[in-house]
């Protein structure tokens, strides 16, 4: 079993920035590819972006548009995902998960999920 818990979340001013962490816990995640997906209230979970387990290949949602950067330190575990230049419509519960190789940007095929950081981007 993985346990995984996000932070970093918080209260921010457009065009601010943000970091958001998340480590697991309970099993290696070796081979495994993390994501962050987002969920606004009364809107469906959306793909943000996936980073392979070297983190040689990345793929961000087209919403992105240079903004975010995800990494990863497989020593600690922890996949972190960068956010700049947000914008009010950011705003949402950010979900770290973790999913075999090839999940990419389909959240179904994510094994494991955290539960979730507030982001609130205010105009």
């Known amino acids: 079993q993985v346990q995984l818990v996000e932070s970093g979340g918080g209260l921010v001013q457009a065009g601010g920035s943000l970091r958001l962490s998340c480590v697991a816990s309970g099993r290696t995640l070796n081979g495994y590819n993390m994501g962050w997906f987002r969920q606004a209230p009364g809107k469906e979970r959306e793909f943000v972006v996936f980073?392979?387990?070297?983190?040689?290949?990345?793929r961000y949602g087209d919403f992105v548009k240079g903004r975010f950067t995800i990494s990863r330190d497989n020593a600690k575990n922890t996949v972190y995902l960068q956010m700049n230049s947000l914008k009010p419509e950011d705003t949402a519960v950010y979900f770290c998960?973790?999913?075999?190789?090839?999940?990419?940007?389909?959240?179904?095929?994510?094994?494991?999920w955290g539960q979730g950081t507030q982001v609130t981007v205010s105009s």
């Open positions: 980073i392979t387990w070297t983190g040689g290949a990345t």
């Open positions: 998960a973790a999913g075999p190789y090839g999940a990419g940007t389909m959240r179904g095929r994510y094994n494991y």
